[in-house]
């Protein structure tokens, strides 16, 4: 299983980036996909998922400003990010699993990972 992440950069607090997040070697529409992120010095943390139904689950601090979706034609799972703050800089990470969803959230990790891609948000 590969997960390829791409859309990460530099970006002005209040600017918006979209991560895309292609995967193969899995049967994609049966996967639970999400996103996670790390910050320096900080544990990874959960900051969205989406289920084979489309059901989305988001952490606190990204709710009506990250919006998650999946293109099952292209094996693809996508990250909008509207109202970036610093406090979002980090690297993100795509992740896929049969389960998920608020499990993510509770401390249990997800199977596969992919390999980050920097977002820096500056003031």
């Known amino acids: 299983v590969q997960l390829q992440a791409s859309g990460g950069g530099l970006v002005q607090a209040g600017g918006s980036l979209r991560l895309s997040c292609t995967a193969s070697g899995l049967t994609f529409s049966t996967f639970v996909m999400g996103w996670f992120r790390q910050a320096p010095g900080k544990e990874r943390e959960f900051v969205t998922s989406i289920s084979r139904t489309d059901t989305t689950y988001y952490v606190d601090s990204v709710k009506d400003r990250f919006t998650i979706s999946r293109d099952n034609a292209k094996n693809t799972v996508y990250l909008q990010m509207n109202s970036l703050k610093p406090d979002d800089t980090a690297v993100y990470y795509c992740?896929?699993?049969?389960?998920?969803?608020?499990?993510?959230?509770?401390?249990?990790?997800?199977?596969?990972w992919g390999q980050g891609t920097q977002v820096t948000v500056s003031s």
């Open positions: 992740v896929a699993d049969l389960t998920g969803g608020t499990r993510w959230n509770s401390g249990i990790k997800p199977y596969y």
